[in-house]
Protein backbone atom coordinates (compact mmCIF):
# COMPACT_ATOMS: atom_id res chain seq x y z
CA UNK A 1 0.00 0.00 0.00
CA UNK A 2 1.22 3.09 -1.17
CA UNK A 3 1.95 5.44 2.24
CA UNK A 4 2.55 9.38 2.65
CA UNK A 5 4.21 11.14 5.35
CA UNK A 6 2.13 14.46 7.22
CA UNK A 7 3.54 15.93 10.46
CA UNK A 8 1.21 16.09 13.12
CA UNK A 9 2.02 18.40 16.65
CA UNK A 10 0.63 16.50 19.57
CA UNK A 11 1.30 17.64 23.54
CA UNK A 12 4.78 16.13 24.98
CA UNK A 13 2.03 13.80 27.33
CA UNK A 14 0.36 12.13 23.71
CA UNK A 15 3.69 11.38 22.13
CA UNK A 16 4.65 9.70 25.68
CA UNK A 17 1.60 7.27 26.01
CA UNK A 18 2.00 6.98 22.39
CA UNK A 19 5.60 5.61 22.46
CA UNK A 20 4.28 3.71 25.38
CA UNK A 21 1.58 2.01 23.65
CA UNK A 22 4.06 1.67 20.75
CA UNK A 23 6.14 -0.35 22.87
CA UNK A 24 3.51 -2.15 24.52
CA UNK A 25 2.72 -3.50 21.56
CA UNK A 26 5.64 -3.88 20.12
CA UNK A 27 4.12 -1.51 17.10
CA UNK A 28 5.64 1.37 15.78
CA UNK A 29 4.29 4.69 16.87
CA UNK A 30 3.46 5.41 13.10
CA UNK A 31 1.64 2.49 12.85
CA UNK A 32 -0.65 3.22 15.93
CA UNK A 33 -1.10 6.94 14.87
CA UNK A 34 -2.36 5.85 11.24
CA UNK A 35 -4.57 3.57 12.93
CA UNK A 36 -6.25 6.05 15.15
CA UNK A 37 -6.63 8.69 12.58
CA UNK A 38 -8.38 6.20 10.48
CA UNK A 39 -10.52 5.42 13.22
CA UNK A 40 -11.21 8.51 14.09
CA UNK A 41 -12.05 9.29 10.60
CA UNK A 42 -14.53 6.45 10.41
CA UNK A 43 -16.63 7.64 13.22
CA UNK A 44 -16.84 11.10 11.77
CA UNK A 45 -17.97 10.50 8.37
CA UNK A 46 -20.42 7.65 9.75
CA UNK A 47 -21.71 10.85 12.23
CA UNK A 48 -21.61 13.56 8.92
CA UNK A 49 -23.78 10.85 6.93
CA UNK A 50 -26.01 10.67 9.53
CA UNK A 51 -26.55 14.25 10.54
CA UNK A 52 -26.64 14.84 6.25
CA UNK A 53 -29.74 11.94 6.09
CA UNK A 54 -31.41 13.20 8.74
CA UNK A 55 -31.22 17.09 8.24
CA UNK A 56 -32.48 15.66 4.08
CA UNK A 57 -34.88 13.42 5.92
CA UNK A 58 -36.20 16.76 7.65
CA UNK A 59 -36.23 18.78 4.26
CA UNK A 60 -38.70 16.53 3.04
CA UNK A 61 -40.82 16.50 5.77
CA UNK A 62 -39.85 12.61 6.01
CA UNK A 63 -40.31 12.50 9.80
CA UNK A 64 -42.40 12.01 12.90
CA UNK A 65 -44.03 15.13 14.90
CA UNK A 66 -43.15 16.27 17.88
CA UNK A 67 -46.50 16.13 19.29
CA UNK A 68 -46.27 12.26 18.21
CA UNK A 69 -42.66 11.93 20.13
CA UNK A 70 -43.68 13.87 23.41
CA UNK A 71 -46.88 11.04 23.55
CA UNK A 72 -44.72 7.88 22.62
CA UNK A 73 -42.30 9.14 25.40
CA UNK A 74 -45.14 10.12 27.94
CA UNK A 75 -46.78 6.68 27.35
CA UNK A 76 -42.83 4.95 28.03
CA UNK A 77 -42.42 6.63 31.22
CA UNK A 78 -46.01 5.37 32.34
CA UNK A 79 -45.10 1.77 31.33
CA UNK A 80 -41.81 1.16 30.94
CA UNK A 81 -42.52 -2.32 29.56
CA UNK A 82 -44.32 -1.20 26.52
Known amino acids: M ?8 V ?3 IAERLKRLADA ?10 EAIEEYLAVQE ?8 GIEA ?9 EQVRRD ?3 RLEDPTD
Do not use: F
Open 11 to 13: HPE
Open 25 to 34: TQRSRSYLAA
Open 46 to 53: WQVQAITA
Open 73 to 75: WER
Open 58 to 66: ADQRDGVAM
Open 2 to 9: DTTTITVR
